[in-house]
């Protein structure tokens, strides 16, 4: 899906950030890379998903916690601190 696409959906400027993260999952591997990292630990899943265009903290650390099984983790918004 292109990134004009995207926008004519409603997804705005986040249209951007969902292109270039799924361009980069796919050189890394696609659904096999997301999968890997599953075994890392908590840190470096945070690492990994953060190096994805437009995901923070926040975002990794709800993937992380809700499809990684990352319970260490308590995703909590930047205005919070």
Same mark, same amino acid.
């Given at each position: 899906?292109?990134?004009?696409?995207?926008?004519?959906?409603?997804?705005?400027?986040?249209?951007?950030?969902?292109?270039?993260?799924?361009?980069?999952?796919?050189?890394?591997?696609?659904?096999?890379? #997301?999968? $890997?990292?599953? =075994?890392?630990?908590?840190?470096? *899943?945070? %690492?990994?998903?953060?190096?994805?265009?437009?995901?923070?903290?926040?975002?990794?650390?709800?993937?992380? #916690?809700? $499809?990684?099984? =990352?319970?260490?983790?308590?995703? *909590?918004? %930047?205005?919070?601190?």
């Amino acid at each position: 899906m292109t990134e004009a696409k995207l926008r004519s959906l409603g997804y705005g400027y986040r249209a951007n950030y969902i292109v270039e993260a799924v361009k980069l999952i796919k050189e890394k591997g696609g659904s096999e890379w #997301l999968t $890997s990292l599953r =075994k890392l630990p908590l840190e470096e *899943v945070r %690492t990994e998903l953060i190096a994805l265009k437009g995901v923070g903290r926040k975002v990794a650390d709800c993937v992380a #916690l809700f $499809s990684m099984d =990352k319970e260490g983790t308590i995703p *909590v918004d %930047t205005h919070v601190f």
